[in-house]
C-alpha cells in the first residue's frame, strides 16, 4: 500500500475508533461506502485525488488536531524592533 493511502487508511480506522461507521464515513467524505472498504481492504489500488481529499477533509472537520503553538521568540510584553 503506497504511503499516502496507507495514511488514508490510517484516518479511517481512527475515524471508526471514535465510534463512525464507515458508512457514516463515506456520507460525511460524500464518497461511497465501496470506497472506503476497498482502501481499507487494500485493493484500492489507485484512488482518485477527490476521494483522498474528501476523505482527508473530513477527517480534519471531525477529528481537529491542536495544532502546536508557534514558538515565542521576545518575551512577554516585548515588541521586536523595526526590520528585524
Not at 464507515?22 to 470506497?35: D, F, H, L
Not at 477527490?50 to 521576545?74: A, G, H
Amino acid at each position: 500500500m503506497p504511503d499516502d493511502l496507507a495514511e488514508v487508511a490510517n484516518m479511517i480506522a481512527r475515524l471508526e475508533q471514535s465510534g463512525l461507521s464507515r458508512r457514516a464515513i463515506a456520507e460525511g467524505a460524500g464518497i461511497g461506502a465501496s470506497q472506503i472498504t476497498r482502501i481499507m481492504a487494500g485493493e484500492a489500488r489507485n484512488p482518485t485525488l477527490r476521494v483522498i481529499n474528501s476523505l482527508k477533509r473530513f477527517y480534519r472537520e471531525t477529528l481537529p488536531v491542536d495544532e502546536p503553538s508557534p514558538q515565542q521568540r521576545f518575551a512577554n510584553g516585548c515588541q521586536p524592533r523595526a526590520g528585524r
